[in-house]
């Protein structure tokens, strides 16, 4: 008998979503067993909301960014006698396998519902705020960061034209990563970051130099976790710098475009370790990357270490 096993996306979207669906789909067929998609998440799952896959619904869709069968935050995944309906919508398919693309509470939400319901699973880690503990990578990481990348490139264009200061808002909940690779590969001025304590009046002297010695203008990346707003940071600068400041919050635009290469790549690996690891009875992981390679981790290592930034990279804007 064919063996069953469902697919669902879960809490924010990224791009490389659509070309893990694309994968799992031929993958799957190929070993033989019966791919089905769970639309809208934890809510699909509770709704009954879930179809067999076929080669027809993942055709034209790995260029594009977002997931096919929708994503969604679901207060009722919560609750245990939800959770108990949805084990019972897998059962009545024979669903016996289940992949959940996520960020970390995504993963808490698999924990309850694995610890009740002993169903094999495999989380594999999407988020663009690159916060799950274990992995150094999480899709669509590589697709916000080229958003940013195209975005900061474009507003340098007209901050030079008008010598002014732009504070550029990035995403990422508590985690700086975002901000921190965009600061160091774009060459803003400034970067701030909820894991580095930081003190405007520090720079003052330095800014106001600079600009007597001829810059024109400057940029900041802010993440969005840190203490102060970037209206606050872009009036620091219009009052102690005396020059003009705008603010752009990036917001959506860092989720969606189309997926670059590397996501589509670690799409395609993710999905091919997930399944093989639940062909090979790894019932309770989530799949990892570091630079050694995939690796299976324990979900419950996953949910209860707490994310920290890489040293290393913090060490670059430390002073
Ligand atoms: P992102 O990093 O993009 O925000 P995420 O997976 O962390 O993704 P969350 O909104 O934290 O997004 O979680 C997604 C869903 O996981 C929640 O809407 C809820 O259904 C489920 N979930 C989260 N935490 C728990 C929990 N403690 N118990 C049960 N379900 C949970």
């Excluded at 990563?177 to 590969?185: G, N």
């Excluded at 872009?234 to 102690?240: G, I, L, P, T």
């Amino acid at each position: 008998m064919k063996k069953n096993i469902a697919i669902l996306c879960s809490g924010g979207d990224v791009s490389g979503m659509n070309p893990a669906l694309k994968r799992f789909v031929e993958y799957t067929l190929e070993k033989n067993m019966q791919p089905y998609f769970i639309y809208d998440g934890y809510e699909g799952l509770i709704d009954n909301n879930i179809k067999e896959a076929n080669y027809c619904d993942v055709s034209g869709i790995i260029n594009r960014g977002g997931t096919k069968i929708g994503s969604a935050r679901s207060k009722r995944f919560m609750q245990a006698k939800y959770r108990k309906i949805a084990k019972q919508n897998l059962d009545t398919l024979h669903v016996t396998m289940l992949i959940v693309l996520g960020g970390d509470g995504s993963f808490r939400g698999l924990h309850k519902f694995y610890k009740e319901h002993k169903i094999k699973f495999c989380g594999i880690p999407s988020t663009i705020d690159n916060d799950i503990a274990g992995t150094e990578y999480c899709l669509g990481v590589d697709t916000a960061l080229n958003m940013i990348k195209y975005s900061i490139d474009a507003i340098r264009d007209t901050a030079s034209s008008f010598k002014r200061a732009f504070i550029i808002e990035t995403m990422g909940n508590k985690c700086g990563y975002l901000a921190l690779i965009s600061h160091l590969t774009s060459g803003s001025e400034l970067c701030l970051i909820p894991e580095i304590a930081y003190d405007l009046s520090a720079y003052e002297h330095k800014f106001k130099q600079e600009i007597k010695n001829g810059r024109r203008y400057f940029i900041v990346i802010a993440a969005e976790g840190i203490k102060q707003n970037s209206i606050e940071i872009a009036q620091w600068f219009e009052e102690k710098i005396g020059i003009e400041s705008r603010v752009n919050v990036l917001g959506h635009l860092q989720r969606g475009g189309n997926p670059t290469v590397k996501d589509r790549l670690m799409a395609y690996k993710f999905i091919t370790y997930a399944i093989d690891g639940l062909m090979q009875n790894k019932n309770e992981s989530v799949i990892c990357y570091t630079e050694s390679g995939f690796h299976h981790k324990n979900l419950d290592t996953v949910v209860n270490t707490p994310y920290q930034l890489d040293y290393e990279l913090i060490k670059f804007i430390s002073s």
